[in-house]
């Protein structure tokens, strides 16, 4: 137990005589500090709060042990014995040691301190007078000034400026109705080129006036600039021309693109619908925009995928109830059958949109068996070579050729494609001479000649006149000889006639349809052969080409080689394309095909813009 | 009891409603991505109707972490602490980045919008910064300074000042140059960007005169060999008590020096906010 006398002098108004005032403190450990704990308590800033302790060593000595600096004698030390005259520097403190009684044989040491506080604190102010607030310098780096100065750059630069000229006025744009596209986008083009970025600038006589239009002009052009930094996408390939002006199609601020900016150039634009009230009942609030969404890459506008035609065609009744349309949301799961375009065999050759079925049949008038023409073993043929014993393999391409477009096949005519075969002879003795592929009363005369013409061959001498009003003649035949000659000619050509169009295998039966016509009962036969009733385009509203699936065989959709009629209907059904095609989503080895993929959404007009695309995917049937 | 910091405010609730609205949002994106979406050639946009209710989330939710400036601002009695409006501002912020990265359908361009965007993106990372060093910089700072505080260290360089131009009387005259330089010409104050990167102590006069006389002392005999490094003690003690200051006003700056980008660019974004949402529906 340390026992302490502590004697403070204290010097009130900076006196020289100061008063001394004692008290005694005792503790195991006398601390030095700042702290309220401390048993020696100096109530000043620049002291610790533990600066430093006195203890009692193992060897009974007094030692002042320091952990802020302190200086004895006015040397610093950081741990020394006490001594009596010792001075001791803790901060502004002068502590003076007075007595000191210590030592082994002691076990209550005593002490005296006398302290003086030398150099009182001036207080906070000496902070200020050493030129350091508690803080950083921030100069014109204010948050406030920061935010005003870069809220107006913003304000400006992205909302002031391309608003002012989003409401100036623009000159009108009128296109004619019968303009093409192609010339009303170049006049909109025009349009956004005569912006005065580009323009002639006008030259006023005044340099004030200069000045004015130099300006003008300036703001004219780089708050077009400005306008566009507005544009949230890529402009679609085919705008890029006139949409630098944002203008071009946003009329009216505020105010949502019209269909009507869209029709200006697109004047051959067919609607999706025909029937006015259906259109009413179903596209009411539909824009070109819905679909047609711009801002969204160069390839942008063209597509729209399936999604956007199932919202209502996967539900159909739900916008047009009475509608014959069957729901259609993709191709693999929920597609109708097919709709063929038939063309009837009526006296206008209509075409109807029937639903196909397996026992669907189209009577063309044609008899064609595909699968003889077709069968492995060949078929005769007058052309044939003898080896095979007249037979020839016929291919699909034998007689079906691609068109130019390679999208269907051309027209299969009988001079083209069948008569190499099929030929008109009417006489086995004179195979080359054939009618022409004609209407029955022409067929009948030209029967007719060739037999008179063998008639000359047959009976030289009673047919020396030939042509009586080229030369009179000379002398007569005699009765019996002429009678003879025209009677062959006659009997042959009436029963080869007949054998061409009543008999089962001739000439024209083997191929045609023929029905024999009576006026009345009394008057002959007429023989009459409808017209063949062809249908050429049998799903016109898909884009489907033969040159895109060329890669297959024929035979792989078209059962021709097992087909025995020519009235069975050999398109392929939806089953046969769902072996390929897979519906909008991914199927394992089969090809992903949206709705796109075969229809179109609008109907086509007939324009000569189109004739590229008719040329492509066929004429209307 | 714990220090609960303002990032664990009653059990974490705002972090559990930020993520709340990250997963919903993402749900919904995703949901009307794969039903909804019919955009050609597949980009996305903010235009659709779940673009609009995305944007018109980011939107509000950008108005209400800019009120936080003024709600800290209120002093008055309030039903909502602040410590939660802060911990709320930190969360809902970091969803506002989901929030708005999924309105902008992950398309960028050179343009008014992704200005907006970036602007945005900006504002929440310098924030993020914020949360950083606010969670780094005190703890530095109560350990940096121990028992002291700037006015204690400023009296006690001012006494070390004193007995070192007195020390220094009786020694050569470069000691007294040193001694009086390092009192009247140490910078303790600098600008944000001085303390920031530590700019501020180049050719300090108190280091020079620590490392001076260092050499100086060499030459001295005797007891003015003892003074002289008496003074040099003296010299290192005023450098650890500047380099003190220094570092606790560093630490103030770095507590500052994010908000500089944070609020400016707040408003910035407030104007390109506002800017955005007109231009879209001027040119709709």
Known sequence: ?621 | MRHRSFLEYKGYRYLKLALFLCVSAIGAYVWHRHTHFNTPGGLGYGGTLMGYALGTVAALTILWLLWLGVRKRRYGASLTMTQGWLSAHVYLGLALVVVATLHTGFEIGVNLHTLAYVLMLVVVFSGIYGVLVFLREPGRMTANMGEDDVPTLLLQIQEIDQQAARLALQLPDEFNTLVQAAAQKTRLQGSVFQHAFRTLARGCPTHRAVERMQQLNRKLKDETARQGREVQGLMLARRTAVEKIRSELRSLARLRLWLLIHVPLSFALLIALTSHIVSVFIYW
């Open chain 1, 1 to 621: 137990m340390i026992r302490c006398k502590l004697v403070e002098t204290i010097h009130p108004d900076d006196t020289q005589v100061g008063a001394r005032v004692g008290r005694a403190v005792s503790g195991e450990m006398l601390s030095l500090g700042r702290a309220a704990a401390c048993k020696i308590f100096l109530p000043d800033p620049r002291i610790r709060l533990e600066h430093a302790t006195i203890r009692r060593a193992e060897d009974g000595a007094l030692y002042l042990e320091a952990t802020g600096p302190v200086a004895i004698d006015q040397r610093a030390q950081t741990s020394v014995r006490l001594a009596v005259g010792q001075k001791i520097s803790i901060g502004p403190y002068d502590f003076i040691v007075e007595e000191v009684e210590d030592g082994p044989d002691k076990p209550d040491p005593r002490l005296t301190l006398s302290f003086s506080l030398r150099a009182p604190v001036a207080g906070a102010a000496d902070a200020a007078k050493a030129g350091v607030k508690v803080g950083v310098v921030q100069g014109w780096l204010s948050r406030r000034a920061l935010s005003w100065v870069l809220s107006l750059v913003v304000l400006v630069l992205c909302g002031a400026w391309p608003v002012w000229h989003a409401f100036q006025p623009v000159a009108p744009l009128s296109v004619p109705a019968n303009t093409t596209a192609a010339v009303a986008a170049q006049l909109r083009a025009g349009h956004a080129a005569q912006m005065p970025a580009t323009g002639a600038m006008p030259a006023p006589s005044t340099d004030a006036g200069r000045m004015e239009a130099q300006l003008k002009h300036w703001v004219a052009g780089h708050g077009q600039r400005l306008d566009t930094f507005w544009n949230p996408g890529a402009i679609s390939s085919a705008h890029q021309g006139f949409a630098q002006d944002c203008r071009s199609c946003h009329d009216k601020p505020f105010e949502r693109v019209t269909d009507a900016s869209c029709t200006a150039c697109h004047t051959q634009v067919g609607d999706h619908v025909s029937d006015p009230t259906i259109a009413h009942n179903t596209l009411t609030g539909q824009r070109c925009a819905t679909c047609h969404k711009e801002h969204q890459g160069q390839a942008g506008m063209r597509t729209t995928d399936t999604v956007g035609c199932a919202t209502c065609h996967g539900n159909i009744r739900a916008f047009t109830p009475l509608t014959a349309q069957g729901n259609v949301s993709d191709f693999a799961t929920e597609h109708p059958a097919f709709r063929l375009s038939i063309r009837q065999r009526d006296a206008a050759h209509t075409v109807q949109r029937v639903r196909q079925t397996p026992e669907l049949r189209n009577e063309t008038g044609l008899v064609f068996p595909h699968d003889i023409h077709l069968a492995d073993k060949g078929i005769k043929s007058p052309t044939g070579p003898a080896a095979t014993g007249g037979r020839v393999v016929l291919e699909c391409a034998s007689c079906h050729a691609l068109d130019a477009a390679g999208v269907r096949f051309e027209p299969v005519t009988m001079a083209k494609n069948c008569q190499s075969c099929h030929r008109l002879s009417v006489d086995p003795q004179a195979p080359e001479r054939e009618v022409p592929h004609a209407r029955p009363e022409v067929v009948e005369v030209a029967v007719r000649e060739i037999y008179a013409s063998l008639a000359v061959d047959r009976y030289p001498v009673s047919l020396t006149t030939v042509n009586s009003l080229l030369q009179r003649p000379t002398g007569r035949a005699p009765a019996s000889q002429s009678t003879a000659a025209g009677r062959w000619v006659e009997q042959n050509s009436k029963r080869t006639f007949q054998q061409m169009f009543a008999k089962t295998n001739g000439v024209c039966t083997t191929c045609h349809a023929v029905v024999p016509e009576k006026a009345s009962d009394k008057a002959p036969v007429q023989w009459h052969v409808p017209a063949i009733v062809e249908t050429s385009h049998w799903l016109p509203q898909s884009t489907f080409s033969h040159a895109q699936h060329k890669n297959a065989a024929c035979v792989s959709c078209h059962s021709a080689k097992t087909s025995k009629m020519a009235s069975e209907i050999l398109i392929p059904d939806i089953q046969s394309c769902r072996t390929c095609h897979a519906g909008a989503k991914p199927d394992k080895e089969k090809v992903v095909s949206q709705c796109d993929s075969c229809h179109g959404f609008h109907p086509r007009k007939e324009h000569p813009a189109f004739q590229q695309a008719a040329l492509r995917t066929g004429a209307k049937p």
